[in-house]
Structures are given as structure tokens and as C-alpha cells.
T-cell receptor, first 115, second 110 residues
């Protein structure tokens, strides 16, 4: 059983650029959630994808967008990068059928630095 | 605005000591989870509690969900250096997201 893999592990971008982060979910999981974790903070929910559709969104602007593919892998896209977007971006997969009590399996994250 | 507040924020103790981490909110949660995160890694799920008053034990770790399902605690007995990490609580309210706490950074000194 493979875990959640994210790529790249580290990334440096310039303010105003666009970035795409990728995530392969754990085998058998059909739901992917993305979180942003600023230094010294707990993760903040960006959005969730289920059956290739956005299935809930946190308090993030529209320049944060995503995709889920038929194999349940996912992408997070951020346009017009700002300095405050510097953070660890975490992808978490889960199995929707198990309900809200079932926890996430997180990837190791992508560390994004915007300069 | 953080729905879940954790205390203490930082904790440094000697190996063998006991400790308790608290996770508090004014909101009710249908489930509460605890994760441990090590530097450069994603959080790893330790436990899920769903019933008010529920107590779960995982070796030296004891987790309790408050009767009103607004708070939780994590107690570690005889801490070891391998327990070092960031401990995060996360609450679910039946929707699509979990609300994470501010985290407690634990250092266990050999």
C-alpha cells in the first residue's frame, strides 16, 4: 500500500508567478484535501476534491485552484503568487465512504518560498 | 481565527517525565483527532475520538474527549526522546474540512 506522495518537495518562486503542486493519493483513497501550513501554525483548509469536483473550500481567494484526475491524483495551482503564500502545502487523502471520523493520510508536503 | 486553541504552545521536558497537552474550543465537534508532525514531514494520525467523554489509550499516550465535545487532552506517560514533535489536534463538524489547532511543540531531552 503506497502512501501519499507530493512533488516537488521544495520550490522557490518569484512574486507574481504561478505554481502547480502535485499529489498522488494513497491507494484506495478517493478524496483529496489540500492544506496550507504557515511556519509555526496549524494547517489551514484550502479545499477538497471528490469525484473530480471541488467538494468544499476554505477561506482562500480564487487564485488558489485545483484539479482531481480520474486516478484520484490532484493538483493545486496558485496564480499571482504573494509573499504570504510562502508555506508548507500539504495534501491529504481519505476515503469518503468511511465518514467524518476517519482521519487523513498526509503527504510530506511541498515547501513553497515566494521571494 | 483559530477554532481550536492548544496549550502549552511549547514544552521542553526531561525523559521520563509526564505531560499533558490541551486542546480547547467554544465550538462543538463531532470528531476530534490528534496528529504528530515531525520536521519536514506531514502530520501522522495518532487517534480519532467521536464520543463525548471517550478515553483512548495508545501505549503511553492517553487521549480524552470532553463530555461536551468542545475540548480534548493528550497525556503522555514517561516521555521518551522519540515523542519529540509537533502535536496537533483537529476537529471535524461533519463537513468537509478539519479545523486544526495551533499546535504544541514538544521536546523531550534525553
Amino acid at each position: 500500500e503506497t502512501g501519499v506522495t507530493q512533488s516537488p518537495t521544495h520550490l522557490i518562486k518569484t512574486r507574481g508567478q504561478q505554481v502547480t503542486l502535485r499529489c498522488s493519493s494513497q491507494s484506495g483513497h478517493n478524496t483529496v484535501s489540500w492544506y496550507q501550513q504557515a511556519l509555526g501554525q496549524g494547517p489551514q483548509f484550502i479545499f477538497q476534491y471528490y469525484r473530480e469536483e471541488e467538494n468544499g473550500r476554505g477561506n482562500f481567494p480564487p487564485r488558489f485552484s485545483g484539479l482531481q484526475f480520474p486516478n484520484y491524483s490532484s493538483e493545486l495551482n496558485v496564480n499571482a503568487l504573494e509573499l504570504d503564500d510562502s508555506a508548507l502545502y500539504l495534501c491529504a487523502s481519505s476515503l469518503a465512504a468511511l465518514g467524518v471520523g476517519y482521519g487523513y493520510t498526509f503527504g510530506s508536503g511541498t515547501r513553497l518560498t515566494v521571494v | 481565527t483559530q477554532l481550536l486553541e492548544q496549550s502549552p504552545q511549547f514544552l521542553s521536558i526531561q525523559e521520563g517525565e509526564n505531560l499533558t497537552v490541551y486542546c480547547n474550543s467554544s465550538s462543538v465537534f463531532s470528531s476530534l483527532q490528534w496528529y504528530r508532525q515531525e520536521p519536514g514531514e506531514g502530520p501522522v494520525l495518532l487517534v480519532t475520538v467521536v464520543t463525548g467523554g471517550e478515553v483512548k489509550k495508545l501505549k503511553r499516550l492517553t487521549f480524552q474527549f470532553g463530555d461536551a465535545r468542545k475540548d480534548s487532552s493528550l497525556h503522555i506517560t514517561a516521555a521518551q526522546p522519540g515523542d519529540t514533535g509537533l502535536y496537533l489536534c483537529a476537529g471535524g463538524q461533519g463537513g468537509n474540512q478539519f479545523y486544526f489547532g495551533t499546535g504544541t511543540s514538544l521536546t523531550v531531552i534525553p
